[in-house]
């Protein structure tokens, strides 16, 4: 068994896939040491296992709406889109989605998956409450307003604090995004205006090979009034993020408004391969670190063109999240679509490393970093009290891997 991009053996563990919560917490109890599974998207050994897994897509799935509240209680174990599908047509949507809607509500908020947008914080700043198990199969219900102390630490949490049952989200009423895209837009105009660029749509990402030139995904809500932006030039037909690849697995663009999660991802559901043909690696930076960080990138395209597929730029809005890598900092996050070769792609993420890192770079938990443990840790002011969130949840570290051994133990 395999991670989707298929760089990270899972080995022959167990995986168990039960049917409700009680099974599971049977599961769990009886395991030495056991690690959950969602959609496998991760690249990193975030992933691996060290004894048994779970899956949760066996759970019956829930979106139970309270629209007083405004909040949806859902499955942890559904994709994102299942979720938006249900919830678009009860009137209600969600802030933001990831590039792709098909990873699982818990194991996007565990590593700190985002979209992009100026104003959205990443897809966990939407959970307000968890229902997990822990290592005796005990089962726990935690609230922001009533977990005050300690609730900030339990959500981006690495899989390591309990395996999650149900996601209870912010939900808002539904709106519409008209999506387009602008081409050839130099790159020096977006590093120069980069706030005018970030904040023309509600949703914008900048993709480029680090050339010359970028083409922007401009996501506009129809419910809000538009900006014009006049760099480079409108696309006449819809276009892949990936220069010269098949458009028909992304959503609808050419400004053509539509249901909000059928243009916050740049794919549609189900339609990218199985098994990818990429690796992926992506930075959080502080927003005044971009000039610098663009001219420094821009200085190694001879090494990043023949290694990557393309290169993304988005903003993320800082939050409380004591793992989240947009803690406490407005972000901007340089995403890296690499080619599947390790080989070749490992010195050019150690290349971008070089020149990231002193930035105050923050690497996603989800991909590919050769920075070392001390490294990423003295970028958490954190981490310290999550180590000791993660002794009084879990003593014997019956959740953890040697990604997160190495990290935390
Ligand atoms: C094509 C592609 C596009 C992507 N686009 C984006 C993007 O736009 N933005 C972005 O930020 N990232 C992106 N990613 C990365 C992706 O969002 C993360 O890897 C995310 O964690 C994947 O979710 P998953 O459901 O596949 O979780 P998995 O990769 O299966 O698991 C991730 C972690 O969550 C834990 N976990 C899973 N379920 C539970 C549970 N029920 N309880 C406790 N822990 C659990 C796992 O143990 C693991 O530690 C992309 C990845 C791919 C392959």
Request: aromatic share 8%; with cysteine; charged share 25%.
């Amino acid at each position: 068994m395999r991670n989707w991009a298929g760089n990270i053996d899972l080995g022959t563990a167990r995986v168990a896939r039960p049917e409700s919560v009680d099974e599971l917490r049977r599961i769990v109890a009886g395991s030495e040491r056991v690690r959950a599974l969602g959609a496998r998207h991760s690249f990193s050994g975030i992933l691996a296992g060290a004894g048994d897994f779970v899956r949760l897509d066996g759970l019956p799935p829930t979106v139970d709406i309270d629209s007083v509240a405004r909040t949806a209680r859902v499955t942890a174990g559904m994709r994102y889109a299942e979720v938006a599908e249900a919830l678009h047509r009860a009137g209600f949507a969600l802030a933001n989605l990831a590039s792709l809607p098909d990873v699982t509500v818990a194991g996007a908020i565990a590593t700190g998956t985002h979209g992009s947008g100026d104003t959205v914080g990443s897809l966990a700043t939407a959970v307000v409450g968890l229902e997990l198990v822990g290592p005796e199969g005990d089962l726990a219900e935690r609230h922001r307003d009533v977990d005050k102390d300690d609730f900030a630490g339990l959500v981006v949490a690495l899989g390591v604090l309990g395996i999650v049952t149900k996601v209870t989200l912010e939900i808002e009423p539904s709106f519409e995004v008209a999506q387009s895209v602008r081409v050839r837009v130099p790159l020096e105009e977006v590093r120069a205006r980069f706030n005018d660029v970030s904040g023309a749509a509600y949703s914008v990402s900048v993709f480029t090979k680090w050339d010359d030139y970028a083409n922007l995904w401009l996501k506009r809500r129809t419910d809000r009034p538009a900006t014009d932006l006049e760099l480079g030039k409108a696309a006449d037909g819809p276009l892949n993020p990936v220069p010269g690849t098949d458009p028909a697995p992304c959503t609808a663009q050419l400004g053509v408004p539509g249901p909000w999660h059928e243009r916050l991802p740049h794919i549609r559901f189900g339609t990218t391969p199985r098994l990818g043909d990429e690796l992926q690696s992506e930075y959080f930076l502080p927003r005044s670190a971009v000039p610098t960080a663009i001219a420094a990138l821009r200085g190694l395209r001879g090494i990043l063109g023949p290694a990557l597929h393309v290169g993304e730029v988005r903003t993320v809005s800082g939050d409380d999240l004591w793992l989240s890598p947009a803690y406490e900092q407005d972000s901007v996050t340089f995403h890296f679509t690499w080619i599947r070769d390790a080989i070749r792609v490992w010195p050019v993420i150690a290349a971008v490393e070089e020149v990231l890192l002193p930035l105050g770079a923050r690497p996603h938990w989800a991909k590919l970093t050769a920075m070392t443990r001390d490294a990423i840790l003295s970028v958490y002011r954190r981490a310290a009290d999550f180590r000791e969130l993660r002794q009084k949840a879990d003593p014997d570290g019956k959740f953890g891997n040697d990604f997160i051994e190495e990290l935390f133990s």
